[in-house]
Every structure is written in C-alpha cells, then in structure tokens.
C-alpha cells in the first residue's frame, strides 16, 4: 500500500496549464462540500495533536550527530498492511498512525483515532499516546537511530550533516547547501521543490539575522563562492542575500522543521468559526511561548522561532507578485505564462494605468495583466505559509463580536472565485467566501495526471489541493464529501487547526502544550470570551514573536483585559493552586454550595483580592495605532499591549487563559462523583499531571523556567567549545543534541542538575517523584 497516491506529477511549465481547472473544480466541490454539511450540528468535541520527529544518527564514538537519510522505509513498513503485518498491527494496536513528511529523515506521527474532548481520561492519555509512537518507531530502528522532537537540526545545510553523506548537487532542488537526498522518495516532493522554484523563477531566499557574538564575522561563509554547477548558483550575489544574514535558499530549510499541530471539532460550523477567529490574537503568543530554534544551518540566530524559515521556504510567488525588482536578467513574472495586453486594452482596463517597464499597475500598484488563462496577476503582500488574512466572523455564532473592521490588512481575493462561491444564495456568507477567495489565489503546487478528472460530488482533491498547500497559523478544515447514505456524524466535521507551536523535546511537554490548546479551545466556546483584535496588530504580534526571549521581554497586540467580557469574579480561585485544593482532602472545607463555583474561595476573600482592580481601565492600555499608523487613533479602543505573563496567566483583576482552563476542568470535567473534592489517589495522579502540563505553559510564559529556544542558546553560549563567533560546529551540535536526548530521555543521572535547569525545580521534581524515565 502507498501512502500518497501513486501517479504521475507534471512539472510546473506542464501543470500550470491546469491551475484554472484545478481552481474552478475545487470551488464546486467546496460548494457541494456546504451543500452537504453546512447545516450539520450536534457534532463531537473532538481533537487530535500531530507531532514530527527527525532520525538523528548519534555516533558517540566520533561525537556526530547527523540526521539519518536511509532509515525512512519504517514509514512504509509501519502503513503496509500486507508486506509488514507485524508492525502495522503494532501501530495500529497501539492507536498511532504514521505519516510521511517533507524530509527523508522525518516521520509525522497522531493518534490513529481523535480524542474525546468531553472525556477528563482523554486529555491525560495524549501523552500515553506520544510515548507509544516513539516506543513503535524506536522498535524499527537501530538504536544509534533516534527519532528527536527538535524544531529545526542545528546543524541542516553545513558541509556534511546527514548519514550516508550526500553533496548538495541536486537538479530537483539547485540548493547550495542541501542535497536532493534529504527530501522524501514519493515522486510529489522533489516535484513540489522544483515547481516552488520554477513559478517563482528563482529559488527562495531566506536571510535570517545572525546573533551578533564578539568574534562574529557578519558574513555566511559557507556559501560557495564560485560553484558554476547550476545557472542559479549566482543568486546571492544577485540580490537574494543580505549580509549579516545566514542564508538558506530550499524549501528543504522550511519543510525540514517540525512542529506541534492540534486540530479540534466545533459542533457546527458556526462555532468552528467563532473558535478559529478567537485563536487568531494567540497564534503569536503561543508561538513565542513555545519557541525551539535559535539555530539555523549551523550558526546562532538572532530570533528563536522558525515560522519566517518556513514561510520564506514555500514561498513561490513571482517578483511581481511580491512587488520587487527581479535580479539582473531575471523575469519579472517568474514561471506565469503572461498576456501581453497593448495599451489600448490596458486603458481600457483600468483607466489611469501606467506602464512601469514591463508593468501594468494601476494607482493603487496593483498589476492589470493577466495569465494565458485570464487570471489576474495581483500584489500579493503574503507568502502562502504565513498568518492567516482574514478572520471568518462569529456574526452566525450567539457571540456575534466581530466587526468587519477588524480584517483591517490588504488581503487579495480571487474575484472569479467569490462570484463562483456567492452562486447560490445564502450558502456561504461574505466573510467566509471572502477567506476562501483568498486562498484561492494560488495555484496548485503540484499535480498527478492521474487526477485531473474527479466526481466532484464525491471527491475534494481539487479542493485540498489548493486548501492544503494554504499553510497560515490556523487553519479552517471543512468536512470531506459522502455518499448521501453516510450517517454524517460519523465522519469529522467542521475543524480547525491550531499551527504556530514549536516541536518540545519530551512528550511530557508535547502533551502539555497539546492539552492547554485543546482545553482552552473548550474553555473558549464554553465561557465565550471576545479576543478579537485588528488582523494587522496580530501580523505585528507574529513579527514581535520571533525576537529572542520574546515571551518575556516583548508584549503583544491583545484585547485589553477588561474587554473579553468576562466578569473577572466568576474566575477568582481557579488559578494553579485550585488542584492542590482540590486534590488534598481537608483544604475544601468552607462548606457552603458556592465554595465549589468559586474556587473554593469566600465572598470576602474575594472582595479582599480585588479591591484594588479598577473596573474598566486597564493600566497598561495605551492608544490602539499600530506601527503604520493604519487603525483608528483612538484611545477607547480596548486594545493593549499586554506581556505573554498577562495574557495567559491573568493578574489579581483579570482572569488569563489559565483560569478559564481551570474553571472548565472544575466545572465540567470532572466526574460528578468528585465535584468536591478528590477522592480517589486515580483522580489525584490525573489532577496533578493536568496541573503540570498547565504549570510548563504558565511558566514558560512568566519566565520561571526557560524557553527551549532560551535554553538552547545558554547551552552553546556557555560551552568551553564556543568561540563566540555565533558558529554551532560540530561538536557543540553533538553535545547539544546529546543534551536534548537526556532530556527527552527525562535522564535525572544526566551531569549539572540537566532536568531541573531546563524543566525548573518545581515541574522536575513532579517529574522524578511519578516515575518519568524510569
Ligand atoms: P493534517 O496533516 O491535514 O493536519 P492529520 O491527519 O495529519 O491532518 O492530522 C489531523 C489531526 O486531527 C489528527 O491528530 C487527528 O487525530 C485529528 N482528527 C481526526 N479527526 C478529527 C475530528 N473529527 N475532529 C478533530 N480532530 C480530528
Ligand atoms: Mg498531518
Ligand atoms: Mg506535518
Ligand atoms: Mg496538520
């Protein structure tokens, strides 16, 4: 059994022919989508988390680390039902499922079933589940083999970083740096490199700032500077690098990354868009909290997350498109087939227009020409990896915040799409058929000949093809098509996908951060908080994540507390230390009926606490314009930069997203047989591990304990081996990763009290005491 579908990819200069096809087909099949679920309700909270792993190849003989590029037949084996039985029943026995990925030295592992969001045993058994993948995976590997949850290998793109060794001379992929022998055998990979290259008309060009070190010498010295091997091997020196930059110039340097994804279920589509628009303010603060890469291609970077590698990596715009001048002797108009249009027929178009050079813009810069088959080539300001564009809108939803104004940033639109989505009357709303005329502005990566043809009142590949190759920070996930026999609430719904987090190294942590998304998912539609903020200040927000030691030191563009409608009394005692009152018998004794519903806390306690909090002014509100002067100046708007700590652990006056977590698990997850207190040691070991997972987050955020982006740097910076020139070599990628093993190992033996300085005293011990790496 194959994975991906088998079949025939046509390269770009062959595919693109098809783009309008694809276009035009995917949106029926979207409406025939609606047509069939858009009125579905009564749908189950359920979710799943998706991980990636690297095989790192550990050689302690030699002290090298290097990611293993010949081990990637397990995926097969583990999805081959017939030719490996034996380990197909493992993963499936043990509720896993793997998935293949970009690189040849990843796997991509879920669980094999959604979990029950409505069931409290469920969000403690992620974990289990994690364990399990990695228990699976390991049983097909030699045990120099490690599969690593690192966000991005130190050391991808120097001069030999993978076994067996490979030259980076691959057509499919033209990098200086990476060999053709790192991306994944299927045919659509090498494919998908090649059209991303050959529609932008350049390779991609990452330039990440380099962390500036005494002995740093501010140029990437591991560009070959006179390889002649391909015709693009010029292109830093013609505008694609930026000195003081490291530069990457693949698909690979993105699409090799992992991360941590959590998909939840709405019960209808309306609350899967209030869901998905309320999740937009926190992808920036959840991925500055959960930031894992402060190396890139073997140096120290002066940023800790990866979301602008990856975005810059997928990045297949044209010149044009990205509003730039091509390099010398490059077209402007990368791989699109262009119809030249005369000058009367461009007066005609736009009135007013200007030919600038080769291009046709209209006042507002926006180009008038067109492709062979009449699309037209528009300024497009985003990568298709990005944030998202546009919120959905909850005005279908009983909340109903939202406010047109907020989808405040330049967002181009498909127009040929939106009047195909607005073909039958009340289907699809404006906002929505909005967001998917966005993105459908894009053509399809790549194509299986195969495929061209589809019953699109049963098949959505078309759809998916354009939706899946979308990658924003969250992503809407319509339901698939069926036979009209299907009993439609067996199959998913209406989803959406949490995608900004940063891979952890244990599972301990992957688990947390996949539970706090989740359960603060069910916490938001349970107590309906309005987050919403203009889309422009999240993009600020997305930018501020990537400083180093962001989640402290920076603060975010957030919905001042006082305005997510929330009374803040209702919350007061459902903080971190409600589990100890909870779990330990004898602390809950206040004794009346309300005590439970406050926490455990009396009326005059809290009128105690919050005497000093000034209803409705908040004092770190300040005036609500953004950097570029866009929105309103106006100091009423309830918008305030706020610190990760305020948002997500709340303060005396605010509740935080902590305490709407808790307040959820006190008040509608737990059994009914242990609403007062804790009576069982089962029960105690759950509470006490969901306040672990929720104490790793909280922490994080306030600083207590270390980003693994933050801990990462300290390990190099502090190393005897470190010449302070900002370089990762070889041998401090090998103690690093040898570090990451201990720790994903929960190894307490390890040297220098490893556990605590990375997890913090408190979450260390809670660690050793239940048993973790034992
Ligand atoms: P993708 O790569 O397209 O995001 P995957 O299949 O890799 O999709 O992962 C999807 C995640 O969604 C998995 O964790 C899976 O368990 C989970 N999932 C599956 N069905 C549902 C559902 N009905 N509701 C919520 N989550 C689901
Ligand atoms: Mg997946
Ligand atoms: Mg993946
Ligand atoms: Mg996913």
């Known amino acids: 059994m194959g994975l991906l579908s088998l079949g025939t990819p046509m390269d770009w200069h062959e595919s693109k022919k098809w783009n309008e096809h694809v276009r035009e087909n995917g949106i029926e ?49 583990l999805n081959d039902e017939e030719g490996h039985p034996e380990q197909f029943a493992r993963a499936e026995a043990a509720n896993v499922s793997f998935h293949p990925e970009y690189g040849r030295f990843m796997l991509e592992a879920t669980p094999l079933r959604p979990y029950d969001g409505t069931n409290l045993c469920d969000y403690l058994y992620v974990e289990e589940n994690m364990v399990d993948r990695r228990v699976v995976a390991k049983e097909l590997l030699p045990a120099n083999i490690v ?28 990098s200086l740096f990476l060999p053709d022998e790192i991306i994944n055998r299927h045919v659509r990979f090498p494919t998908l490199t090649a ?45 694609a690098l930026k000195p003081g930059h490291v530069y990457m110039d693949l698909m690979g340097f993105g699409m090799g990354l992992s991360c941590l994804q959590v998909t939840m279920q709405g019960s209808d589509i309306n609350e899967s868009r209030y869901l998905y628009d309320t999740l937009a303010p926190l992808t920036p603060v959840l991925l500055a909290a959960s930031a894992a890469s402060p190396i890139f291609k073997g140096y120290l970077v002066n940023q800790d997350v990866r979301w602008n590698v990856i975005s810059g990596a997928v990045d297949d715009r044209t010149f044009i498109e990205r509003n730039v001048e091509p390099y010398r002797g490059y077209d402007v108009f990368g791989g699109l087939d262009v119809l030249k249009l005369d000058k009367e027929h461009v007066e005609k178009l736009g009135g007013g227009v200007g030919v600038n050079g080769d291009r046709v813009v209209n006042s507002s810069g926006d180009t008038l020409l067109q492709t062979l088959d009449g699309k037209p080539i528009q300024k497009v300001p985003k990568s298709r990896y990005d944030s998202i564009d546009s919120y959905l809108g909850d005005l279908q939803h009983d909340t109903k915040y939202f406010d047109p104004q907020y989808n405040d940033i ?20 404006e906002q929505l058929s909005k967001h998917f005329a966005h993105l459908f502005i894009r053509d399809p990566l790549v194509l299986f000949l195969e495929r061209i043809d589809q019953d699109n009142k049963l098949e959505n590949d078309h759809f998916e093809n354009i939706q899946s190759t979308n990658w924003q920070t969250l992503r809407f996930k319509p339901p698939a098509l069926y036979p009209a026999t299907r009993d439609l609430l067996t199959t998913p719904g209406w989803r959406v996908e949490f995608r900004p987090l940063e891979i952890q190294l244990t599972d301990f942590e992957n688990a947390a951060y996949s539970v706090f998304i989740s359960l603060l998912s069910k916490a938001i539609i349970k107590f309906k908080p309005n987050l919403y903020v203009p889309i422009l200040k999240i993009d600020e927000n997305m930018k501020t994540a990537h400083n180093v030691d962001a989640v402290t030191k920076d603060k975010f563009w ?61 004092d770190s509100d300040i005036t609500a314009t953004s950097s570029n002067g866009t929105s309103a100046n106006n100091a009423s708007l309830p918008f305030s930069k706020l610190l990760a700590n305020e948002i997500i652990n709340g303060s005396a006056c605010h509740p935080g997203l902590i305490r709407l977590i808790v307040k959820l698990i006190a008040t509608e997850l737990l059994p009914e047989t242990a609403q007062h207190h804790c009576d069982t040691s089962k029960l105690a070991q759950q509470m006490t591990k969901l306040q672990n997972y929720l104490k790793l987050v909280s922490y994080r955020a306030s600083g207590k304990i270390p980003t693994i982006a933050h801990w990462m740097r300290t390990v190099v910076t502090q190393s005897p081996e470190y010449a302070r020139d900002s370089k990762v070599t070889e041998r401090l990628n090998y103690d690093l990763i040898e570090k990451t093993i201990h720790v994903s190992d929960y190894d307490f033996t390890a040297a220098g009290g490893l556990l605590t300085e990375y997890f913090g005293a408190d979450i260390a011990l809670y660690l050793k005491e239940t048993g973790y790496g034992q």
């Open 147 to 174: 599969p690593l949850t690192l966000t991005a290998f130190p050391r991808m793109g120097c001069a030999t970083f993978t076994l067996p060794p490979a030259k980076a001379i691959g057509p499919a992929s033209q």
């Open 195 to 239: 059209n991303i290259r050959k529609r932008r008309g350049a390779k991609v060009s990452i330039n990440l700032p380099m962390f500036p070190d005494v002995n740093t010498k501010l140029i990437d010295d591991l560009i070959p500077l006179n390889r002649d091997l391909f015709l693009l091997d010029l292109e830093p020196w013609l505008g």
């Open 558 to 618: 957030f919905r001042s507390q006082d305005s997510w409608g929330l009374n803040h009394d209702e919350f007061i005692g459902y903080d971190l230390l409600w589990f100890d009152r909870f779990i330990n018998r004898g602390n809950d004794e206040l004794g009346v009926d309300e005590v439970y519903l406050n926490g455990y806390k009396d009326k005059e306690t809290i009128e105690e606490e919050t005497a000093n909090c000034d209803d409705g002014d908040n």
């Open 29 to 77: 099949q979207l409406l025939n989508i609606f047509r069939q679920h858009a009125k579905r309700d009564g749908d189950k909270f359920l979710w799943g988390d998706e991980v990636e792993y690297m095989l790192v190849d550990v050689n302690r003989k030699e002290a090298q680390a290097r990611l293993s590029i010949d081990h990637d037949h397990i995926l097969e084996d």
């Open 410 to 429: 330049y967002s181009p639109i498909n127009s040929k799409v939106l009047s195909q989505l607005s073909q039958e009357k009340g289907l699809i709303d």
